[in-house]
């Protein structure tokens, strides 16, 4: 049987010379450009089956050197009849394990006459589907559902939200693909639940929020990684909040309760007798609370020397001086 000869390297618009890389990289142009959730035109599933066709010999070696050997001295619209014995072969056309994104044979559908005479047909597996009776009349056939793309975007939110938790409203720069295979971006605005405890990095899951699907497959999910701002009081290190506290040189050296500021209020905190300036101590479960950690407040303790006395200061701390034998720069204890 003759069959009309299909050129495939002039359906993709590439040179008999190109390689693997090239083909594949014009192949996604195209199958975007004529996939017929995006292009509406009456040619689009037409040629995206080509196209498909074309790339499903062109991006397989054995394939394309078959088709090379029996196809480089024809030109389309001539007669093709493959030689004796071709009928017989067969090929299993599916996924590769090798495939690197875009469209597979088992997305494309039915094959040309010419494809069939070449490869035979026995071995092709029909996968999913285009979808029979889509919005606006259309009746595609064979095209196999693709999940979309996952995306990924940052929020910054502030501690307070971290530590208590809120319904934050964000707006998002976000991209789609319209109706001529164009990339338009558009603002989209999301209510997103923080939990409470979230840690500086965590990342929130929104489902269904991502890249459009393909072939009614399910839109991707969109993850919001969690940026937390710097706070003028506490410093967030992992899920520790650290705070710096100032003390009387008396309150230091006789041991004193202190207030302590935390995230839900003021602390008393007991100083030692003979705190030291720099000393930490720790308030534990007063830090950033979550569901898989537990966070500590670490405060940081300044002894604080007064810069004006009046008299009577002065002479109570002279008369310290005269009585004391603590010596800093000889004591070690």
Do not use: C
Request: hydrophobic share 35%.
């Amino acid at each position: 049987m003759s069959v009309k000869f299909k050129d495939y390297y002039e359906m993709l618009g590439v040179a008999r010379t190109a390689s693997a890389d090239d083909i594949r990289k014009v192949y996604r142009k195209l199958a975007r450009k004529y996939h017929p959730d995006v292009n509406k035109h009456s040619d689009a599933e037409t040629r995206f089956k080509e196209i498909g066709e074309a790339y499903e010999v062109l991006s397989d070696a054995k394939k394309r050197q078959r088709y090379d050997q029996l196809g480089a001295n024809y030109h389309a619209g001539q007669d093709f009849a493959p030689p004796p014995g071709w009928e017989k072969m067969q090929y299993e056309f599916g996924a590769r394990p090798e495939s690197s994104g875009g469209y597979t044979a088992e997305d494309q559908g039915d094959f040309s006459d010419f494809f069939e005479t070449l490869f035979g047909g026995g071995g092709f597996r029909p996968g999913g589907g285009f979808r029979s009776g889509q919005a606006g009349g259309g009746s595609f056939q064979n095209f196999r559902k693709r999940r979309g793309e996952d995306h990924e975007a940052t929020v910054t939110i502030s501690l307070e939200e971290a530590f208590h938790g809120a319904r934050k409203p964000i707006h998002l720069q976000v991209a789609r693909m319209d109706e001529h295979g164009r990339v338009q971006h558009e603002s989209k605005q999301y209510t997103v639940q923080i939990p409470p405890g979230t840690a500086d990095g965590a990342r929130i899951r929104l489902a269904g929020q991502g890249g459009q699907g393909a072939g009614a497959g399910a839109a991707g999910d969109l993850f919001l990684r969690v940026q937390i701002a710097p706070h003028p009081v506490f410093r967030l290190v992992g899920a520790d909040l650290e705070v710096t506290v100032p003390a009387t040189p008396w309150e230091a050296a006789l041991g004193a309760k202190v207030p302590v500021p935390t995230m839900t209020g003021n602390a008393m905190l007991a100083l030692p007798a003979g705190t030291q300036s720099g000393q930490r101590l720790r308030l534990r479960g007063k830090g950033l609370v979550g569901a898989r950690h537990h966070g500590d407040l670490i405060v940081n303790i300044q002894v604080a020397v007064p810069r004006h006395l009046n008299e009577k200061e002065k002479t109570l701390f002279a008369e310290l001086a005269r009585v004391s034998s603590f010596n800093p720069r000889a004591d070690k204890t």
